[in-house]
């Protein structure tokens, strides 16, 4: 790649990080513009990857080379399109039960295995080697199968939730409350990762080798808000503030 | 017709997943066959299962820009954005790399794909901050669990706060990190074990309900 | 003073917005120096897993992610390829989401010329496949019913990377990195079907849930978020983007602290004025 194309790429990246930013102040043609080239770039992407690494090599070609067999599958995948189609909507249970079909059956010994017994068997196994723990870890295996138990009360009697089946399920919450409050901490961290890798490739792009790219667009963005509010820059419906 | 629109769907859903279940507990050559059969088929099928997606969004923008709905003119870049990544496609072959030289396809990833799917998932960073600040009420015992648990993580993942922990907390012998292990290690397995054999024992259910053809919404009206 | 304080709890949450892009942008310019310095047990085990393969041993590198997770991600992944690539591993890379392959492109065009490397010998990369549960059982019995030809459509089963590969009985691990479900059903499908030991990668958000599988070992190991790509970098001695990625979180996770705080003590003043 020409250092003139990685340039531009810098240009056309911080320009399209910046616009699409540019929501959190107010939302503007710019930003509606950057949503939709994403969702037509998105599907794009996705439709050369099919392209390329499965319809012509695993359905073309073997057409091609005589392998006939390979209609099955592809009549059945294209037979989910006449769902748009609804005169003969029909055609796509085809396809869709032979995906729910084989979704189902391979799902259901997993399932079974992975996430039920073994989890029970996970519960469970850690009180084999009693002998040979230390109290800790007797008191962290207790906790861990208890507070399973509470949970799966919470979760699954029918029954009314009174006296002590009440006194269970509610442990069973202070258990789903630590869970919850963990996966919320660990969210913050993974959503200023991700802004952090925005900003990451903006203070690349702010480089002297790419002319100042990020700078140059925040400017221009700024001195276009500050124009539009001043140039009869009524709020309209579709640009109403972020917040 | 009502056997061509119905009764031979359902018995494809059917035949498939029984067939499927029952090759997962017997190792023979024949339900290898079948199995390495069905792979093959499936991916097929998913491939084109993409379809529907793409057909749904072209559909809807086309009628907004034949219609000249409001904003229509931002339709047009659905398909610019479409264009942009499959004309460099068609004219690699598909290929980002060539001869150790980024092509156009590669570039079209890394300056546009890249910088507008990361960003849209980046913007919601402002939006925990904002949500956290306004909504977040410690109002109950239970809200409290909740708070000290993420209180925890947020300070702990970070060196800063395990520096201020060290420093106000560093007396009790405890480190953050610590703390956090065991919350991660215990209490936090006991409330996702509960969620993961619950979601089994219904992940189950329907499935069975799918292959008996109890369940078939997917199916849509006759 | 009530007013007041109402006031400020309902500012324009925009100026929050800017304060957050302030005390994030700054540590990219002038980074603390603070970083990670704590070692989870599940990116140890991982690290481990991985440490303990005789070179030659082959590595099935599964990597599910987009764009929309790379800051956590991409790290991972090149920790992990820097790390089997220093043990003379080889690599096959699979991946079951479209976004992916364009981010695999960006890992090779760099990382192997650090090691010699090359491709084909030492390593090698597959096409993108549809219904990841179908190739992965696929997979299991004769590998090259689904992958006969690699991404650029050469054929695969002459290659020396792949000499004496048939099926998941020839490969020594397994290492999936995602920010989706993809790693429960290489633990349900493979790992526990076929008794082959699987390693994960996942985003700081699923970190939480796997804790289960890790408790019964379905899962080897585990590398989870930033934190555990800085924690996997330092293992290897490779500073990559996750080492300086949690320096420039230092500031923003106190700030998500100060606010829930803040905004919960303003409450409980309001309510008692």
């Not at chain 1, 930003?31 to 390329?52: N, R």
């Not at chain 1, 925040?218 to 539009?228: G, S």
Request: net charge positive.
């Amino acid at each position: 790649m020409s250092e003139t194309w990685m340039i531009a790429g810098g240009w056309m990246a911080a320009g399209l990080t910046i616009f699409l930013f540019s929501f959190l102040y107010r939302d503007n043609p710019f930003f509606k513009a950057a949503e939709h080239l994403y969702l037509g770039a998105g599907m794009g992407w996705w439709f050369q990857v099919y392209l390329f690494n499965i319809w012509k090599p695993k359905v073309w070609e073997p057409l091609l080379s005589g392998d006939f067999f390979v209609l099955i599958p592809a009549v059945l995948g294209l037979s989910l399109v006449t769902q748009f189609i609804p005169r003969i909507s029909w055609i796509s249970r085809y396809g869709f039960t032979f995906m729910m079909g084989y979704g189902a059956g391979l799902a259901i010994p997993a399932t079974l295995s992975t996430d039920f017994m073994s989890q029970i068997a996970g519960a469970i196994q850690p009180f084999t080697a009693l002998a040979t723990m230390t109290p800790m870890m007797i008191f962290n295996s207790l906790v861990v199968a208890g507070g399973t138990i509470c949970v799966l009360f919470y979760f699954f009697f029918s029954v009314e939730h009174k006296g002590a089946v009440k006194k269970i399920s509610n442990i069973g919450i202070y258990f789903l409350m630590i869970y919850f409050g963990a996966a919320f901490g660990n969210t913050v961290m993974a959503r200023f990762s991700l802004l952090y890798g925005r900003f990451d490739d903006l203070y690349t792009f702010s480089g002297a080798n790419y002319f100042y790219a990020s700078q140059i667009l925040l400017i221009a963005l700024v001195a276009y808000f500050i124009l539009h509010s001043f140039l009869g820059g009524k709020k309209t419906e579709e640009e109403e503030p972020a917040h | 017709m009502k056997f061509i629109k119905k009764q031979i769907p359902l018995a494809i859903v059917m035949v498939t997943g029984l067939l499927m279940v029952a090759s997962y507990y017997i190792p023979h050559k024949y339900s290898v066959d079948y199995v390495e059969l069905m792979n093959k088929w499936e991916n097929i099928v998913s491939a084109f299962a993409f379809l529907l997606g793409l057909v749904s969004l072209f559909y809807s923008h086309y009628g907004k820009i034949k219609r000249k709905a409001d904003g229509w003119g931002y339709s047009l870049f659905v398909y610019i954005g479409f264009l942009a990544m499959v004309v460099p496609a068609m004219m690699t072959d598909g290929r980002q790399m060539v001869d150790g030289q980024v092509t156009s396809l590669g570039w079209s990833f890394r300056y546009i794909y890249n910088a507008l799917s990361s960003t849209m998932f980046a913007v919601l960073a402002f939006y925990i901050v904002s949500t956290a600040y306004r909504s977040f009420r410690i109002k109950s015992r239970q809200a409290f669990v909740l708070f000290v648990a993420a209180f925890v993580l947020i300070l702990g993942k970070v060196p800063l706060g395990q520096m201020i922990w060290d420093s106000l907390l560093g007396w009790t012998g405890q480190g953050v990190a610590d703390i956090i292990e065991w919350i991660m290690q215990v209490p936090a397995v006991a409330g996702k074990r509960g969620i993961m054999i619950g979601i089994a024992i219904g992940a189950i259910v329907t499935s069975l309900k799918i292959i008996f053809g109890i369940e078939k919404q997917y199916m849509g009206k006759d | 003073m009530k007013e007041t304080l109402q006031k400020f709890f309902k500012m324009d949450r925009r100026w929050i917005f800017l304060v957050l892009a302030v005390v994030l942008f700054v540590p990219i310019m002038r980074p603390l120096g603070l970083p990670n310095k704590t070692i989870s047990r599940d990116a140890r085990n991982a690290f481990d897993y991985v440490d303990a393969l005789k070179p030659g041993a082959f590595l099935l590198l599964s990597l599910d992610y987009d764009p929309s997770t790379r800051p956590e991600l991409h790290p991972q992944a090149v920790a992990v390829i820097r790390h089997a690539f220093k043990k003379n591993l080889r690599i096959g890379v699979v991946t079951y989401i479209a976004g992916s392959t364009g981010l695999i492109e960006q890992i090779f065009e760099t990382v192997p010329k650090d090691y010699g490397k090359v491709y084909g010998t030492d390593y090698v990369i597959f096409p993108y496949m549809a219904n990841a549960a179908a190739v992965m059982t696929q997979m299991s019995s004769d590998f090259y019913g689904i992958y006969d030809k690699e991404r650029n459509g050469k054929p695969v089963r002459d290659m020396p990377v792949m000499q004496g590969i048939k099926n998941y009985r020839d490969m020594a691990l397994v290492v999936n990195i995602t920010g989706t479900s993809i790693l429960d059903w290489w633990v349900a499908f493979v790992g526990d079907k076929y008794n082959v030991p699987v390693v994960g990668g996942c985003t700081a958000i699923s970190q939480p849930g796997y804790g289960p599988y890790l408790q019964t070992k379905q899962l080897k190991g585990l590398i989870g978020g930033m934190k555990g790509a800085a924690e996997y970098e330092s293992l290897v001695k490779e500073p990559g983007k996750g080492t300086s990625g949690i320096d420039a979180l230092n500031l923003a996770h106190l700030l998500v602290l100060a606010l829930i705080l803040t905004s919960n003590i303003i409450l409980l003043i309001i309510k008692h004025l």
